[in-house]
Nanobody, 130 residues
Framework: QVHLVESGGTSVQAGGSLRLSCSASGYNFSNRSNRCMGWFRQAPGKQREGVAVLDSWDNTKYADSVKGRFTISQDNAKSTLYLQMDSLKSEDSAMYYC?????????????????????WGQGTQVTVSS
C-alpha cells in the first residue's frame, strides 16, 4: 500500500525559503519504474494546481509561476521527494500536497494535471506573509 507523508510546511515571511519533504512508502520510483511524482497546491477558494513534477529519471517540469524559484528533487535511497522553495511570495500560500503517479510517465508525457496522479498525501500548510 502506498503511503505519502508531507512535512516542512510552516509560516514564513515573503522572500524567505522553505523545503518540503514527502516520505513515500510502498511506491516504486526507481529509474526503470517510469513513474512521476509531484507537488501540487491548493489555496482557499481555488482549484488544486500542479507546482512541479519529476520523473524517475530526474527530468522535471514546473508551473510558470514557480520557475526559477522552486526546485523539485528526490532521494531514492530515502524514498523522499523534496520541494525547495526560495523567494517565496504571499501568493505561494497554500496547502501543498505530494502525489505519485500510477501510469507510465517520462519527460515527454509528464504532466502538472492532478488527473494523472493516483496517490496523494494529506498535505502540509505553507503560509507566506508579506
Amino acid at each position: 500500500q502506498v503511503h505519502l507523508v508531507e512535512s516542512g510546511g510552516t509560516s514564513v515571511q515573503a522572500g524567505g525559503s522553505l523545503r518540503l519533504s514527502c516520505s513515500a512508502s510502498g511506491y516504486n520510483f526507481s529509474n526503470r519504474s517510469n513513474r512521476c511524482m509531484g507537488w501540487f497546491r491548493q489555496a482557499p477558494g481555488k482549484q488544486r494546481e500542479g507546482v512541479a513534477v519529476l520523473d524517475s529519471w530526474d527530468n522535471t517540469k514546473y508551473a510558470d509561476s514557480v520557475k526559477g524559484r522552486f526546485t523539485i528533487s528526490q532521494d531514492n535511497a530515502k524514498s523522499t521527494l523534496y520541494l525547495q522553495m526560495d523567494s517565496l511570495k504571499s501568493e505561494d500560500s497554500a496547502m501543498y500536497y505530494c502525489a505519485a503517479g500510477t501510469s507510465y510517465c517520462n519527460r515527454v508525457t509528464m504532466s502538472l494535471l492532478s488527473d494523472y496522479y493516483g496517490y496523494w498525501g494529506q498535505g502540509t500548510q505553507v503560509t507566506v506573509s508579506s
